[in-house]
C-alpha cells in the first residue's frame, strides 16, 4: 500500500472513473483498465483483504482500523470512481440506445470480437487437454446461442447473482462483467435503467416534484444489484484469484470457447418474432439476418462494428507496449 498526496487521490479517482466506465463496456475488461494506469494490484490485494470484520468495523465507525489494515483511503477513492462513472456512462448509453439500438449492440459486437482475437493469441492451444475444454466452452456457448434467449428478469435472487457475476470484469483482466450480463439478458435493466431511475429520482427529490414518479421497484433492483456486487468482489477475489493462479490455462481456454459458442446471441442483426402463447402474444426467439449493404442503416452498422474491433485492439497494443517498457525498465 502506497501513501498518496492529494493530487495522487485526484489521480486515482479519474483512474476509477475509466475503470467503472470500462466494465459498463462489453468486450472491455475494468481490470484491463486498472492493469494499464498502474493500480490493479493494489486493488487485487485491497479486495481481498475485504471480509466480515471489515464490515464490522464500518458499523462501528473504526476508520482508523479500515485505513490501517484495509486500505480504506484507497478503497473508498476506486468505489467513489465507479460509482461516478455508473451515472455518467448510464446516460451516454442510454442516449445512444434510444439513438439507434442497432448501432450500439453492432459497437459491442466488434468490441466483443476483438477481445476473442486478443484471448487466442494469447492462449495457444498446446495439446488435448487445452482442445478438450475449449470444446467444453464452445459446446456450452452455442447451446445457450440456439437455444430461447434469456430474456430481462427482475427477480431479485436472479439480480443478486448478477451482481456477483458482473464483478468478475475488475477482477480478472480480459473477462467483461458487463458481456456476460449481455448473456444473462440484463445488462440494459441493470446497467442502463436502473440507473437512470437513481438519478431521476434524486432529481425528483432535489426538486421536491410528484413522489409518485419515482419508480421505487428499479431502486430496489439496483440496490440487490449493487449488495450482489459488494459480495461477489469479496467472495468471488479470492475464489478466481485462486482458479487463475491455479489454473489460468484451463480458465482462458474455457472462456475462448465460451465466447466463441456465444457470438451467435449477440449478433446484432435480428428481430424478435412474436408467437401467441394463451392468447398472450410474447417475444419467443429472434430471427437473425445478414446485413444488407445496400442499406445505410446496415453500412452504419458495419462501421459501429469495426470502430469496436479498432479500440480494443489499440487499447491491447497499448497494453502490451506500456508492458514492454516497465520490463525494460525492470531489466536495467
Avoid at 1 to 23: E, H, Y
Avoid at 140 to 146: R, T, Y
Avoid at 203 to 230: A, H, P, Q
Wanted: aromatic content about 14%; glycine content about 6%; hydrophobic content about 50%.
Amino acid at each position: 500500500m502506497q501513501k498518496r498526496n492529494k493530487q495522487d487521490l485526484l489521480i486515482l479517482f479519474f483512474k476509477s472513473v475509466l475503470m467503472g466506465t470500462a466494465n459498463k463496456l462489453p468486450g472491455i475488461s475494468g481490470g484491463l483498465v486498472a492493469l494499464i494506469t498502474g493500480f490493479y494490484h493494489e486493488m487485487v490485494i485491497t479486495f481481498k483483504s475485504l471480509n466480515i470484520k471489515t464490515i464490522k468495523a464500518l458499523l462501528r465507525g473504526n476508520f482508523k482500523k479500515i485505513e490501517k489494515e484495509y486500505n480504506g483511503l484507497f478503497l473508498v477513492i476506486v468505489l467513489l470512481g465507479i460509482i461516478v462513472s455508473y451515472f455518467t456512462t448510464s446516460k451516454i448509453l442510454d442516449f445512444f440506445f434510444k439513438i439507434s439500438e442497432l448501432n450500439v449492440w453492432s459497437f459491442f459486437f466488434g468490441m466483443i470480437i476483438a477481445s476473442l482475437f486478443i484471448l487466442i493469441n494469447q492462449n495457444k492451444v498446446n495439446n488435448k487437454k487445452d482442445i478438450i475444454y475449449l470444446c467444453i466452452g464452445f459446446s456450452i456457448g452455442f447451446i445457450l446461442s440456439i437455444s430461447d434467449p434469456i430474456s430481462e428478469n427482475q427477480n431479485l435472487l436472479f439480480v443478486f447473482f448478477c451482481g456477483m457475476i458482473s464483478i468478475c470484469g475488475m477482477i480478472i483482466p480480459g473477462i467483461s462483467g458487463s458481456f456476460l450480463l449481455i448473456l444473462l439478458g440484463n445488462y440494459k435493466l441493470l446497467l442502463v435503467d436502473s440507473v437512470d431511475a437513481l438519478i431521476e429520482s434524486v432529481w425528483i427529490i432535489t426538486n421536491m416534484d410528484n413522489f409518485n414518479d419515482i419508480d421505487f421497484n428499479l431502486i430496489r433492483i439496483l440496490i440487490v444489484f449493487s449488495l450482489g456486487s459488494v459480495f461477489g468482489l469479496i467472495l468471488l477475489s479470492n475464489i478466481l484469484s485462486w482458479l487463475i493462479n491455479n489454473y489460468e490455462n484451463t480458465v482462458n481456454q474455457l472462456i475462448i470457447g465460451f465466447v466463441s459458442g456465444s457470438l451467435l446471441m449477440i449478433w446484432p442483426w435480428k428481430k424478435s418474432y412474436i408467437e401467441e402463447f394463451n392468447n398472450l402474444e410474447i417475444s419467443n426467439n429472434y430471427l437473425r439476418y445478414l446485413p444488407d449493404l445496400s442499406q445505410t442503416k446496415d453500412i452504419i452498422a458495419l462501421a459501429c462494428v469495426i470502430s469496436g474491433l479498432v479500440i480494443v485492439l489499440y487499447v491491447e497494443k497499448y497494453v502490451s507496449r506500456k508492458k514492454n517498457i516497465w520490463t525494460y525498465r525492470e531489466k536495467n
